[in-house]
């Protein structure tokens, strides 16, 4: 298969791009950083640049004459109290988590199209699926994409095209260190320093990125697609039906307690 793949000068996307590519399919990487890998060709690419991610979609195919999977994988984090948070940052995540995969999945479905076939995940969070304590325009941009992948397999179903949300849980990467980071005023300062200290070290205690590409793996090999798929750590996957089958505060108290947060 041709498989794209973004984000893959690091962290997951990396693992997924060299680990498809060792099992015998054409990987493209579209970062902005070039890596080089004996197992996937790197297409150095800003995705949240219309014209650049057309370009590198048309290379793609002018190399493999097609394009049968697309891994919308490139994203940030962002931390930081809501109140504190800028225009400018909000804008930033948004215009990658949200923007850049809209115009990646833009550009290849012409060609899937075209083939009448055509499979595309998009990498979100179980965060998404609630309002993280200072990380609530993280949770918002993963569940903006979210709502797009539900809408849009309506749309490109008639041409066996499928797509889906994978909902990871905490993955050891360097992603704590690509966050855009919020300046924490005073009065949020001591709560957020715990919050802070206690994501790191969930994300330092995550699941091995290579288990997320045997999920994948598998995700692909199966003809039973839905729209949302959740994979991670059982104690963080449990969140989500906990949110829906709970009362509602008493969900935010169990949430308090995750995050080690103190009520008034
Ligand atoms: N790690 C986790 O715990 C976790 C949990 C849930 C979901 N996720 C999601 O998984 C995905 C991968 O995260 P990760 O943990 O592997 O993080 P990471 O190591 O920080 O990797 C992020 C990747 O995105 C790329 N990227 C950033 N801006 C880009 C741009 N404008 N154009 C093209 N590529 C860009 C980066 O490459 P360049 O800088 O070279 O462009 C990098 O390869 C993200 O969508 C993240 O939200 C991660």
Redesign the pocket.
Known sequence: MTIVI?????????VLAEYFGKNGHQVFG????NVESPYFTTIP????MAEAVEKAVQEVLSKSGRIDVLIN?????MVGPVEDSSKEEILKLFN??LV?AVQMMSAVLPIMRGQRSGKIIN???I?SEMGLPFRGFYSAS?SALDKVTEAIRYEISPWNIDACTLH????K???AE?RVKTNVSEPYRTTFDKVYALMNSH?DQ?TEPLEVARYIEKLLASNRWKAHFYFGKFGQKIGVPLKWMLPQNMYENLMRKYNSLDKA
Do not use: E, Y
């Open positions: 973004t984000g893959t000068s690091s962290g997951i996307g990396f579209l970062s902005r950083k690419t800003d995705i949240t994988n490139a994203g940030m984090g990658l988590n850049g990498i979100s969070s965060g993963k990871l849980g905490d993955i990467t360097n992603i690509n994300v995550g």
